[in-house]
């Protein structure tokens, strides 16, 4: 029962947007994404309203006394849906629709509502499938109206409208419950896949940032690939992995994933989870930030903010500035790269810069790699061409009593070498 689509009628959706935010500062930038999330939804904005409130009305999300100029506003524009830049409640959204006359959905519908637009793959259109009916279910009393609802009581309790009411819920907590386990299966093959990758003599990173920040752009460019690439908001959905050659015959697995946003809805990052994944298991983050964008520092902090509510911000985090060619003040920015730890800035389009980003990875992978000191034995010589697949080996002895072996390998290969280490090489 997911939540119907912006675009599901023939006439553009012409809406209003509605944002209470306290930071001034915030405002014209809160304003402008959530024009650029309905435009990519399919409607057409036609008006703006803002309040600035410390915190949002409980009964109508805006103060009481703002309902009547928003209302007028929406007469003017021959507007026919209001979207507001935060969760409503329940209550709030019943109340505001009540009040204005018109459809009202919040920040997490409209965003629901994109991914549903772009999920292309099966575990994509499950995760948002998900996502729409977690986000329904806490609601579906309010689809009935009034009258069908019984809410119980001498009389009417046990009455047709409640009984219809908790046979919905149920059926939307079985398809919840379905879902939940379909995904699981996928989690589990994605392990598995997962599992196989770590067989493989690479390192791995995850690219993330800011939706339209240029990641699938730089897989492309970084690989070789032809991954969809759009600067359209939330053009990748689905996780997407491929292998990038580095100087001196070494790879690296890199694998593109979904854009982050501010106020990214809890529902998503639950459904999601799966493909989040991906980015917990990396050796490493590459942060890739559009240079350009008026409002980058917000964005950065958005995308190290959910970083860390993932409990991914003690990885080791590259932090490739893209889009440099169009920044105008070439000064600031390098100034900028001087001051971010393990930064580099780049123009993945025209492809300048990326012999740095290169080296940045190379250097980073060098920096996880373990030196190790140890005996081997003579039937153990795949451990021996492992270490040259899993490492850099820089010394092997052929003693009477074994192999002797000097090599920096990753934290895998150490492991299966723990039984034969002697000491740390001198």
Request: hydrophobic letters at 40%; charged letters at 25%.
């Amino acid at each position: 029962m997911p939540t119907r689509t912006l675009t599901s009628s023939s006439q553009l959706e012409r809406a209003v947007l509605v944002s209470v935010e306290p930071d001034e500062v915030l405002r014209p930038y809160a304003l402008a994404e959530l024009a650029a999330l309905a435009r990519t939804a399919g409607a057409e904005v036609v008006g703006e309203f803002y309040q600035r409130r410390l915190r949002p009305d409980a009964a109508f999300f805006i103060g009481p006394g703002k309902v009547e100029e928003l209302l007028a506003g929406i007469h003017a524009s021959q507007a026919n849906l209001v979207i507001v830049d935060s969760e409503l409640s329940p209550v709030q959204a019943r109340n505001l629709e009540e009040a204005l006359h018109c459809r009202v959905i919040d920040r997490t519908q409209l965003i629901l509502d994109i991914f549903a637009q772009r999920a292309r793959s099966r575990e994509g259109k499950l995760q948002v499938e998900l996502a729409q009916l977690t986000y329904l279910l806490p609601r579906l009393s309010d689809l009935y109206t009034r009258f069908e609802r019984q809410q119980g009581g001498i009389g009417v309790r046990g009455g047709p409208g409640e009984t219809k009411l908790e046979t919905d819920r149920r059926r939307v907590r079985d398809t919840i419950r379905d879902l939940q386990a379909r995904l699981a299966e996928i989690r589990k093959n994605r392990q598995n896949q997962r599992a196989h990758r770590r067989r493989l003599p690479f390192p791995t990173a995850a690219l993330v940032g800011y939706t339209s920040a240029g990641k699938s752009t730089l897989l492309n460019v970084l690989s070789g690939s032809d991954v969809y690439a759009d600067p359209m908001l939330f053009a990748t959905l689905d996780p997407t992995t491929r292998r990038m050659e580095l100087p001196d015959g070494w790879g690296i697995l890199l694998t593109d994933t979904v854009g982050f946003i501010r106020n990214l809805p809890a529902h998503l990052i639950a459904a999601f989870r799966a493909t989040l994944e991906e980015v917990a298991e990396a050796d490493f983050l590459i942060h890739v930030v559009d240079a350009s964008h008026p409002h980058r520092d917000i964005q950065i902090q958005a995308v190290l903010q959910t970083l860390e509510e993932l409990e991914l911000d003690e990885k080791p985090l590259l932090t490739v500035f893209n889009k440099a060619d169009l920044v105008g003040d070439q000064f600031a920015l390098r100034k900028l790269v001087s001051q971010t730890p393990h930064a580099v800035y780049i123009s993945a389009q025209k492809r300048e810069g990326l012999e740095h980003l290169i080296a940045l990875i190379f250097k980073t992978i060098q920096s996880l790699l373990v030196p190790v000191h140890a005996k081997l034995p003579f039937d153990k010589g795949d451990l021996l061409a492992e270490c040259y697949s899993f490492g850099r080996v820089t010394s092997v002895e052929y003693g009477t009593d074994g192999i002797y072996l000097n090599a920096c390998v990753t934290k895998e290969m150490q492991g299966r070498l723990q039984p034969y280490i002697l000491s740390n090489p001198t």
